[in-house]
């Protein structure tokens, strides 16, 4: 395998092992590789939401995310709205807004004179407190693009706290070159074992950030985000970690397959978790052709988070409703 694929192979594993971790040890709500950017392009390895007072509202809604651009709307849940009047985007967009809102039970609709009308079935509540964001880099060796990666969360501050975690032993020279802000976790993924070295400093989430679009010896592109783009952009990554979760992968077709207690792709064969994507299928050496195993991760992860999978919802039946499907 070549050096660049077994460290996304490395990288993969250790991020498994440690969202299995923290889903055991912590009531939170956890997401993989969600886009934790304004104006540019930035990927968080993982995201760690922490439950607000209003949490259980939130899990009463749905399981799944709430579209951002309905929440941003102008529907409301009193008098329902004529959709062209709501949204501030192309029509066709907000059909599409409208659709999943409506599918996930948090907009309904009802036709009046031949005209579409939608009202929110319940308020969005303050859900979320703190916000982490936590970039994996297990071996400290291959450091790759990190500096620029935790120097632009910094200077954005879209996210309450940041964290390193690595495999590595973490020298005096590692420090100095991760910006003081960023917390330090020392995880073992074979035992588990979570040591924090450097605790995260508390970012100011509720002012303007800078976000580093491009970083050279030459030259540092910068875009201001203003504190309102960076609160919907938070609002954004919170509700895509809710209904998106970590086990955001498919096992695969092998009988050689034998996930672990939390559903991490554990192949025997092999002896390590594997990563399905790129390492499962005929080209394996171990390959044995057979139906997936059953793995229920929606009940894991219920059985093992605050998510909750099967609310009750707050869907009103409202007079005339169902003449519009």
């Known amino acids: 395998?070549?050096?660049?694929?077994?460290?996304?192979?490395?990288?993969?594993?250790?991020?498994?092992?440690?969202?299995?971790?923290?889903?055991?040890?912590?009531?939170?709500?956890?997401?993989?590789?969600?886009?934790?950017?304004?104006?540019?392009?930035?990927v968080m390895d993982v995201v760690r939401i922490e439950p607000g007072p209003a949490f259980d509202e939130r899990t009463a809604i749905t399981p799944e995310s709430i579209p951002s651009l309905a929440i941003e709307s102008d529907v409301g849940p009193g008098t329902a709205r004529y959709w062209k009047d709501a949204f501030d985007c192309h029509p066709d967009t907000a059909e599409q807004v409208i659709e999943r809102a409506v599918d996930v039970g948090f907009f309904e609709r009802e036709r009046r004179n031949s005209r579409t009308y939608v009202r929110q079935t319940t308020r969005y509540p303050d859900w979320f407190d703190t916000v982490v964001g936590i970039e994996n880099k297990p071996d400290l060796g291959r450091p790759g693009d990190l500096e620029t990666q935790l120097l632009t969360d910094v200077a954005l501050s879209l996210v309450d706290k940041i964290v390193l975690a690595t495999e590595s032993y973490v020298t005096g020279a590692h420090r100095n070159r991760i910006p003081p802000e960023v917390g330090i976790w020392r995880f073992d993924p074979e035992t588990g074992d979570r040591e924090i070295l450097r605790e995260a400093d508390q970012l100011p989430v509720d002012e303007a950030g800078i976000e580093i679009l491009d970083r050279s010896s030459a030259r540092t592109e910068i875009r201001v985000a203003s504190a309102g783009a960076i609160e919907r952009a938070r609002r954004r990554?919170?509700?895509?970690?809710?209904?998106?979760?970590?086990?955001?992968?498919?096992?695969?077709?092998?009988?050689?397959?034998?996930?672990?207690?939390?559903?991490?792709?554990?192949?025997?064969?092999?002896?390590?978790?594997?990563?399905?994507?790129?390492?499962?299928?005929?080209?394996?050496?171990?390959?044995?052709?057979?139906?997936?195993?059953?793995?229920?991760?929606?009940?894991?992860?219920?059985?093992?988070s605050p998510w909750e999978p099967d609310p009750a919802g707050r869907k009103r039946r409202q007079s005339g409703l169902d003449s519009f499907l």
Request: net charge negative.
């Open 237 to 304: 990554v919170a509700e895509r970690a809710y209904g998106k979760g970590w086990r955001t992968y498919d096992l695969p077709d092998c009988e050689q397959m034998a996930p672990d207690d939390a559903g991490l792709p554990y192949c025997p064969w092999k002896g390590e978790t594997v990563r399905p994507a790129t390492e499962c299928g005929p080209d394996c050496g171990g390959y044995c052709s057979g139906d997936a195993p059953s793995v229920d991760f929606d009940a894991l992860r219920a059985q093992r």
């Open 1 to 42: 395998m070549p050096e660049a694929e077994q460290s996304i192979v490395q990288e993969f594993a250790f991020e498994l092992a440690l969202c299995a971790h923290l889903e055991t040890s912590e009531q939170a709500v956890l997401g993989r590789q969600l886009g934790t950017q304004v104006h540019g392009r930035r």
